[in-house]
Each structure stands twice: as C-alpha cells, then as structure tokens.
C-alpha cells in the first residue's frame, strides 16, 4: 500500500525535476554552460532514485536516502556555475524533512544546505563563486522560503493529518485524537451518548411535527440490511416490517418517500418514511404513519431536523460499538487471568490440602477433608466465572444461538438442569441489547445456581426486534435474607437501564409454588403504548 | 518388588507440579521422572526419559497439551497420558479423548484423583477414563437444547398430520409468511432439512408422543 506520506515523497521530487528540466531547456544560459551538466545530472539522478526508494522501502531506508540526496543536491547547487534551475529543489528537501523528523529534520537539512550551496565552494572552487556577492543575493530567498515550507511540512506531521506522520503510526495518532475529542465530547455533552434516548427523540421530533399515530426507526448496521430499532405509539407494530417497499426505496435514494398503505377493505393510512442521514450516508431510515399526507414544508423542515438528530445517533451507536468492544477485550483478559493467575494458584492450594490431609491424624485429616470440598467449590466457581466472561454475543453467533450455547456448559459443570425455550424473529436485536441481555441471564443463571441453590431453571426468551423479553426463573430457595441492593441484583439493573429494558425481580412469586425466583427483562415495550404516555415520560 | 511407575509432569504452574509431585511420591508405587512446563519441554522431556506416565495440563505457554497428547500418542502406544484442566466441561473431555488421552481430570478434584487416574492409565494406556465421562455421555445422548415453544408444537402437530402451510395459518389464525417462519424455526431447532425429516426427528425425541397416542 502506498501511505500518502509516499505520495507527497514522490510528487514533491517530482515537480521539483519537472521545474529543473523547464528552467533547463526555456533558459539558453543554463542550457549552454558545459561546467553546469555534471551537477545537473547527478541532481536528476539522485531525485529520481529517491523518489523510487521513497516509494518502494520503508520509513528508515527513505530517512537515509533523504539525508544522501540533500548533501548531493546541496554540494551540486554550489559547484554549479549557473545553479537557478537547481535552487527548487532545496525547497523540497526540508519538506520532506520536516515530514520525516519534525524540527530537528528541518534543521538537519537547512544546515546541509547552507554548508553544502555556500561553505563548500567558498572553500574548494572560489573561482566559480561570484566576487560580487550576486549568488547570496540568489540564495537567499530560497533558502528562506526553504525554511517556510521545512517549518510547514514539520506542522503538518505536528498536526497529525492522517497519512503524514510516521506511516506505522498514522493510524495510531489519528485514533488517539479522536479518542480524546470523545472524552472531552462525552463530558460537554448534556444529552450523553445514549442510543436508546437518541432514538426515541426522532420519534419524538417526528411525532411532533407530524402528529402521526405511531413511528418506527431503523438502523444500518454492518449486517446487510436494516435493524428495527425503536417504536413508539399503538400503530407501530404493522411499521415494524423489514420488507416495506417505501423502507427500501428510502434507504437507496436517501430521499423522503410518501405512500398510502391499505389496511383491511376500507382504511387507508398515509406513511412518510425519511432517511436518516450523515452527510452522504444513510444512517438509517424513520417510518411514521399518519392520517393524512402531510405538507410538503413540513416533510422539509423535519428532515432537516433529522439531520441533526442522526449525527447525535449516530455518535451514538459509534460509542455503544466502542464500548462493546473495550468491554469484550477486558473480559477476554479478565478471563485469561483468572485462568493463569488465582485459579491455579487456589487449586495447587487444594493439592497442599490433600498432603497435610495424608499424614494427618484422623480428626484434623476429617476437618481438611471438608476444607477440600470447600476449596473445590471455589475452583469450580472459578472455572463457571472464567466461562462467565469468555462467552458472548458476536456477528455471527445471535442471542439464541449465545444463550443455548451458555446454558448447555452450565448444565455441563454444575448440577443444575436448565430448560431453555427461544421464540427468535429472524432479525437480530441491536448488538448492545443482545450483549445486555445475555449478561443479565448469566448473572440469574449463576444467582440461581450460587445462592438459591436450585436444582431446575427455566430461561425462556422471546425477541420481536426491537422488542424483547427474556424470563429466567428457578425452583431454589429464593433470595430472601439477601437484600435488593446486593451485589448481582444492583447490577443486573444497572445493564437493564442502560438498554432501557425494565426488570422485575420477585422472590416467592404468587404462583403458589414454594420458593424460587423469577427475574423478568422486559425491552422497548413502553414505546409501543398511547402516544400520551411517551411524552409524559 | 516391581520397579515404581515413572512420571512426568507437564503444567506451566510450579505450584500446581510441586503439589503433584508430593501427591505422587506418596504413593510407593510412583516416582517423578520429570518436570517440564512448555509442550516443547514435555516433549523433550517424553523422549529422553521414556516415562510410564505423562500428566499434562491442557494450556501450556507455547500451545496445547492437546498437541503435546497426540504426538505422545503417535510415538508410543503403551504410554498412559493423563490429561489435567481447569475448564472440565463436556467438550474439553471428549477432545482430550478423541486425541488419545488415558485419562481426563479436573483441577478441583483432589490430588488423590489424579495418582488414581495415573494407575489407571499405566495399567490401560488405550482406554479412557473421566468421573464425568458417564453423565457427559447421557448428554451427548440426549442433546437438551431449545426447546419448542408452545406455538412451535401446535404447527410440529399439525405438520405431522399433513396439513399444508396455508391450512396449519387458518387452524390457528396467523398469516402465511408468519407460519413460514415457525416451520423454519422448527427445522432450525430439529435440525431437520424437510417436514419428513422434522416429523422422524420430532417423534425419535419423543415431541410427538402425544400426538401418536391419539
């Protein structure tokens, strides 16, 4: 691949030999003084050298052929009797230092400049050099404009303008700036970075501006096709559908769609759908459904509204993905961890146990005998939680296909049966919804199986996009004694809130079975109720 | 008196070796050959010691105690090579037996266990042995994975009693596309390619008993 810091490397030597060849050829006293072609010659050979190396090797080798060209071309400027087809090339060079090395680079070569165009010939060939001082008077404004452009190219590289810097950490410096724009973003913004509130404020906006009964949102994701997102009012439910004709038609032409949409025999509705969109991207598309069509000013002026409202979704949905994958990240190692680090280190314990147990006499031997149990416990534990943090959800592996998979190894390393039933519409949640949502049947699960020592659980999952619900319910001994605010619970709620689901949690339910606890996960249905509700929120 | 069964110890933890080790010269009947922490040095290791006994551990630095099993087993049959985890599930024991492991034990288990194991490997390198190999059979026996939702089993019945799709969305008052989706999902959960494959399959895993008896 070629960086663009390459480019410039090549086009800046370039022009500077197309320059040379036109003073070259358009001026006669260049052309005809013989004593000037040697250093002409060695000038266009080194440039076309270091513009092939500059494109082909890598930062190092091109850092030495810079140097190595900057003293010919120094040297050569300063032999040659009639140097002014060869004074742009010195501008070049500091250029292309200052890209490379910053300051430093652009003095390194300003340096090499003077002492090779000035020093050199006053010292071996003062015949060439003029006695009228005619040729400082020509230097001069080049090296000062050398100097301009030296201390430009070393911004430039200051700046970081993606490409220019240090090839290998072009990409590194540009991620680092963005990242700190988002901290310093993240702490200015009032709205925050919630997805889920984001969404619900264009439909809010739409519900507005339009008065329609009901409003769906969709959005791209990196999976083909669109994902349903957010609904609000009683009619969303017939917008929920991925195949709409207007929905794909929007999404391709970037472009408000009006249609009227039978319902039964004798209703018509009509349905504005508009893109959601940052610059020339279609972040999305919004459904709304309406009695009536709307004026045209109106279906204007939203969707100009809807411009803003898509860059704040759309920062959004960049920083849920980020954080998902930094959260993966540090459970993958978290896992690691555990594995490598306390749980070998617990169950080598467990071998030092079973030697004191050895030569023990016979009541301390019982005693360790039932510290060993202990201590296997702890490992075992160990071991689910390692399990814990290595499963998730990921592009090709759904919710369903995650749970399943999580609830056969637990059924696998404890003595819990776990009855799992799934009820999947064939399109996928958003991606932080699935990972919420799996976290929180994890955390029950290993309630259950900790605490409430249970010997049957149910799982039962249902997901409508963006609907979803997930039930985990057991036959143990329920958490009373353990308040609400303990440790699993509190975050359990934490991971419903931050996808806007509500949770129920109830020990001892009414359903006349002694003990047992059902832990209820409810996403996005508020959404669907009267329109009045949703702006009373 | 017969010579003692000669062991080798492959596990990147010291601790975890130096409490194997202890357990092992307990017994009479056993004595450390060697330690070794990387696949590499197991291998070393196995070929300049020529132990009766290799105990491995399935995550080793530079690869896993898998490999380090097969190419133990590739080289002599007669070797017992037990395989020692910390991640004991269903999946871990049947590919350290598929790879020719004499053995399977868990990191929680006492070390007991694993001088056991080791006995029994020395005695039947070719077989295999885990405590949960019985119960991770009766699993892979009978799969228990998601089960039918109550929708799913009235359209599995009506399938089974050869309705056609249009007909099983009347009896239960639901589009086409809607009833298109339940059989899919319940090919999908069956694992079946077609309804006469879903049907055999359902009624092997006892889903349609009911039905049958009416």
């Known amino acids: 691949m070629v960086t663009p810091r390459q480019q410039v490397a090549v086009a800046a030597r370039l022009v500077a030999l197309a320059t040379l060849l036109v003073v070259v050829l358009l001026e006669p006293s260049v052309r005809q003084d013989t004593a000037s072609r040697g250093p002409v010659a060695a000038v266009v050979a080194i440039g076309l050298l270091s513009a092939y190396l500059a494109r082909t090797s890598g930062p190092r080798a091109a850092r030495s052929a810079l140097a190595t060209e900057t003293v010919v071309v120094s040297v050569a400027t300063g032999l040659a009797p009639e140097p002014a087809a060869l004074m742009p090339y010195l501008v070049v060079l500091p250029l292309l230092a200052g890209l490379q090395a910053a300051l430093p680079g652009v003095a390194a070569a300003l340096g090499t400049e003077v002492v090779g165009a000035c020093l050199v010939p006053l010292l071996l060939a003062e015949q060439s050099w003029p006695r009228d001082g005619s040729r400082w008077l020509d230097l001069a404004p080049w090296l000062g404009t050398a100097l301009g452009i030296g201390l430009l190219g070393a911004w430039l590289r200051r700046r970081g303008v993606p490409g220019l810097a240090e090839d290998n950490d072009a990409y590194y410096e540009s991620a680092r700036q963005l990242l700190t724009q988002l901290r310093s973003v993240t702490r200015r913004l009032s709205a925050g970075l919630d997805s889920q509130g984001m969404a619900a404020a264009v439909l809010e906006a739409m519900h507005q501006r339009l008065g329609d009964s009901g409003g769906a949102l969709f959005i791209s994701l990196q999976s083909p096709g669109l994902v349903p997102f957010a609904h609000r009012g009683p009619d969303a439910q017939q917008l929920l559908v991925l195949s709409d004709p207007l929905v794909e038609r929007c999404r391709a032409e970037a472009r408000a769609i009006q249609g009227i949409v039978l319902e039964g025999p004798t209703r018509a509705r009509h349905r504005v759908v508009l893109p959601l969109r940052v610059g020339t991207r279609v972040l999305g598309v919004a459904v709304s459904c309406l009695p009536q069509a709307p004026a045209a000013e109106t279906v204007t002026s939203l969707l100009h509204e809807l411009d803003e409202h898509s860059l704040r979704l759309d920062a959004a949905l960049v920083f849920d993905e980020v954080r998902t994958l930094a959260t993966a990240d540090e459970r993958q190692r978290l896992a690691r961890e555990i594995h490598d680090g306390i749980a070998q280190e617990v169950a080598s314990l467990g071998y030092v146990l079973d030697d004191l147990a050895a030569s023990a006499d016979p009541t301390l031997a019982r005693g360790l005998h039932e510290l060993r149990g202990e201590l296997s416990r702890v490992v075992g534990d160990l071991r689910l939680s390692i399990f814990d943090l290595r499963s998730d959800v990921s592009a090709a592996n759904g919710l369903g296909a995650a749970l399943s998979d999580y609830v056969r190894q637990v059924g696998a390393r404890s003595d819990l049966t776990v009855h799992l039933t799934l009820d999947e519409a064939p399109s996928r949640l958003a991606p932080a919804v699935e990972a919420e949502l799996l976290r929180i049947a994890q955390e029950a699960i290993t309630n259950a199986r900790r605490h409430a020592s249970a010997r049957h659980l149910w799982v039962d999952c249902w997901t409508d996009p963006p609907r979803a619900s997930l039930v985990v319910r057991d036959d143990g001994s329920g958490i009373h004694g353990r308040g609400e605010d303990s440790y699993g619970i509190a975050i359990m709620r934490e991971r419903a809130d931050r996808i806007d689901a509500t949770i129920d949690i109830v020990s001892d339910p009414a359903t006349g079975r002694p003990g047992g606890t059902v832990v209820e996960v409810t996403v996005a249905d508020r959404r669907s109720r009267a329109p009045e509700e949703v702006s009373a929120r | ?214």
């Open chain 2, 1 to 214: 008196m017969t010579s003692p069964i000669r062991v080798l110890l492959v596990d990147d933890h010291d601790l975890i070796r130096q409490g194997l080790a202890r357990a092992f010269e307990r017994s009479d009947d056993f004595a450390v050959a060697g330690h070794a922490a990387t696949v590499a040095e197991g291998l070393k290791g196995f070929t300049e010691l020529a132990p009766d006994v290799v105990v491995i551990d399935v995550r080793l630095p530079d690869g896993t105690g898998l490999e380090l099993v097969r190419e133990i087993r590739s080289r002599g049959h007669d070797t017992g090579v037990v395989v020692l985890t910390m991640y004991a599930g269903d999946e871990q024991l049947f590919a350290a037996m598929e790879a020719g492991a004499s053995a399977f034990v868990a990191k929680d288990a006492p070390s007991d266990e694993v001088v056991a194991a080791a006995r029994h490997a020395r005695v039947a390198p070719r077989s295999f042995t885990a405590a949960a190999l019985a119960d991770a059979m009766r699993r892979r026996m009978t799969p228990s994975g998601p089960q039918l939702t109550p929708r799913e089993s009235e359209v599995l019945s009506l399938l089974a009693r050869g309705f056609s799709v249009s007909a099983i969305g009347r009896s239960i008052y639901v589009s086409d596309s809607t009833t298109k989706t339940h059989i899919a999902k319940i090919y999908e959960k069956l694992g079946a390619a077609n309804r006469a494959d879903a049907i055999m399959k359902a009624v092997r895993s006892g889903l349609l008993a009911d039905d049958l008896a009416n």
